[in-house]
Each structure stands twice: as C-alpha cells, then as structure tokens.
C-alpha cells in the first residue's frame, strides 16, 4: 500500500473508461481524488473544493478542457494549481495550443500514467520547497 498522499487531484474527462483507470491509477498511489465528465462541472469542482492538480481531457461537451484551463488561471489562486492534459490531441500546434491555455504538461491519449504522476510528483514537491511555513 502506497502511503498516505494529501494531494487533491480532480480529474476530468468525458470518456468513463478513461475516467475509472485514471481513478484506479492515482487512488492506489494515495491522491485524494474527485471526477467529472463534463469541463462546466470541473470547473465548478475546482473553485468550491480548490485542488492541488487538474487533469483535463480537452475534448469534452459544453466547456473543453482549454477553456476550463483559461477559466482556471484567470481565478488567480495562490498557489497556482498545476494543470495536466491529457488528450488524443497529437499534433505540436495542439499541445502547444494546451500550454498556451494554461496548462503545465500536455500527455497524449493513451497517456502514460507514471510519467503523469511524475510531473505530479515533482510539482507537488517544488511547491513544498517553496512553501515558507
């Protein structure tokens, strides 16, 4: 058993298969987690619970995954959450497009879940050294 992780992730995607593995994935490595399939909801998600990470699809019904990105930075939280793509947008104009919009990280579909829990990881732990108290 992974020891206990106080990150809150909220995850993100209109694709329930995806949803339930990125659920199993990040559940068993300890991370707080909440879901929605749908942008509107993810953004309403974030500002009522306020989440250490944000793992967006962008291709999802009513709000994509860019603008709940842009939606999110322009709350201007302290501090800043870091925020995931992971989409079966491939080409270099769409993932810099996704970092355009806010996001840290743009992963392509299938993503390769370790590597996500390692930018994770490695946010969570500079945001730590940063943290004066």
Do not use: C
């Not at 306020?50 to 962008?58: K, N, S």
């Not at 291709?59 to 201007?76: E, F, K, S, T, Y």
């Amino acid at each position: 058993m992974s020891p206990v992780n106080t990150t809150r992730l909220l995850i993100a995607d209109d694709d329930p298969d995806s949803l339930a593995a990125y659920v199993l994935f990040f559940d068993a490595h300890g991370y707080d987690t909440r879901t929605t399939g749908h942008g509107a909801h993810a953004l309403a998600e974030y500002s009522a619970w306020r989440p250490d990470a944000v793992v967006l699809d962008i291709q999802m019904p009513g709000m994509d995954g860019r603008a709940v990105a842009r939606a999110i930075r322009h709350l201007r939280s302290a501090p800043p959450p870091l925020l995931v793509a992971i989409s079966a947008l491939t080409s270099p104009a769409q993932q810099a497009a996704s970092i355009a919009a806010g996001f840290n990280h743009h992963f392509v579909k299938p993503a390769d879940l370790p590597a996500v829990l390692a930018a994770i990881t490695a946010h969570m732990r500079a945001a730590a050294a940063d943290d004066p108290s």
